[in-house]
């Protein structure tokens, strides 16, 4: 199910001055937020982190959670562009799971965000908290679930998996890779644990994976 990942990426026109500003403040955002938590990610805190006026700020965020739902929107666009994208890309099937997999390893590899994978410590923090942040890091969770799930669809439909497996079994798997890999590269900083990684998913998705 890719539907929600391929919407019109015809090349956008330059932004305006005050929203590539705005653009590197959400960056700077997301990269504070995997350190400090979403909930710490204020307008105060943010301008101090970033040497600017709360007023300043104010003038692209009325509030805390507007800031807050603009950054999972920032953060969410770059995992559309460096592991999502990436993995679109790739031949469909066996060829398709293969790429996200190895596409979020290389998005921890390149420490993208200090703190790992921006929605992986979101889901965590804000899971327990209903309201609109929540929602919005649920529903990218559950649309990369889809992806990867989608991608398993057609690799059994394609016969590149054994005729028995489940393709929600098998994006569940990989998706619990991928976060255990994210949780023990943030705390070890070690490559060992990718090359690991990338082992495991070599092994379960058989000697036909890339």
């Known amino acids: 199910m890719t539907e929600a990942w391929t919407d019109d990426r015809r090349p956008p026109r330059p932004p305006a001055a005050g929203e590539r500003t705005r653009e590197a403040i959400l960056r700077a955002a997301a990269s504070l937020a995997t350190v400090d938590g979403l909930d710490r990610l204020t307008i105060g805190h943010l301008a101090a982190a970033l040497g600017m006026s709360k007023s ?30 990436p993995a679109l890309a790739a031949p469909a099937g066996l060829s398709q799971l293969a790429a996200v997999c190895e596409a979020f390893f ?19 923090e804000v899971g327990t908290r209903p309201g609109p942040v929540r929602d919005l890091v649920a529903a990218f969770q559950a649309r990369f679930g889809e992806l990867i799930r989608g991608f398993a669809a057609t690799a059994l439909a394609r016969n590149e998996l054994p005729a ?5 079994r098998l994006a569940f798997e990989l998706n619990g890779i991928m976060l255990a890999t994210d949780t023990n590269f943030v705390l070890h900083e070690d490559p060992a644990v990718l090359d690991l990684a990338r082992q495991i998913v070599h092994q379960r998705l058989g000697a036909g994976a890339p």
């Open 164 to 168: 028995g497996e489940d393709p929600d």
């Open 106 to 124: 290389a998005h921890l590899e390149r420490n993208t965000f200090p703190g790992g994978c921006f929605m992986a410590g979101a889901a965590l």
């Open 56 to 85: 300043g700020l104010h003038a692209y965020f009325g509030s805390k959670q507007e800031l807050q739902l603009a950054t999972v929107t920032e953060a969410a666009r770059v995992f559309d562009e460096e592991v999502v994208q």
